[in-house]
């Protein structure tokens, strides 16, 4: 069974709201999900960040490989969980699977310009971007759950992902 990547984060989202306090990530987590990519040998390889925005930075980041989908949590403040972005790779009909589930939530995508990718930004629960690359669906999805009522914070962070993907080498 197929599921959109909207529905995908709001399920991550719960999760993470569950979950027990995450250990601060360290490089070299980032350099193992790296590698956990590479072993899948995607073609054409996936897209990865190049840095990350600051708040990232110290995040535990994991890989999941069923869902080809990397997720950076930022973690716990005492009994407050910080937030998480992901970063997806899917079939291209994905895209289209999520444009309709959020027209059926009564939202309007909006098509916008991030860095030199055009993308869609998405709101349900969850909010982000996403668009096809290489013929397949790329999303970054996340919440920040703290200090960030209006989500420009983890919008700001998604797009600076977004702006420094490039291709993992083989």
């Not at 909006?110 to 999303?139: F, N, P, T």
Request: with cysteine.
């Amino acid at each position: 069974m197929r599921f959109p990547l909207l529905l995908i984060a709001l399920t991550i989202a719960a999760a993470a709201a569950m979950s027990a306090p995450a250990a601060a990530g360290t490089k070299q987590d980032t350099q193992a999900v790296i590698e956990q990519i590479g072993w899948m040998k995607l073609s054409p390889t996936m897209l990865f960040p190049r840095s990350l925005p600051p708040k990232l930075r110290r995040s535990k980041v994991t890989f999941d490989a069923d869902l080809v989908q990397v997720m950076w949590d930022r973690g716990t403040s005492g009994d407050r969980r910080l937030g998480y972005i992901t970063l997806s790779r899917a079939p291209k009909s994905r895209l289209a699977d999520d444009l309709e589930t959020v027209h059926a939530r009564g939202d309007n995508p909006v098509r916008v310009k991030v860095g030199s990718r055009h993308v869609w930004k998405l709101c349900g629960h969850v909010c982000g971007y996403e668009w096809i690359q290489d013929a397949q669906a790329y999303g970054v999805f996340g919440i920040y759950y703290w200090d960030d009522p209006r989500g420009l914070r983890v919008a700001h962070d998604q797009r600076t992902i977004i702006r420094r993907l490039h291709h993992l080498p083989r």
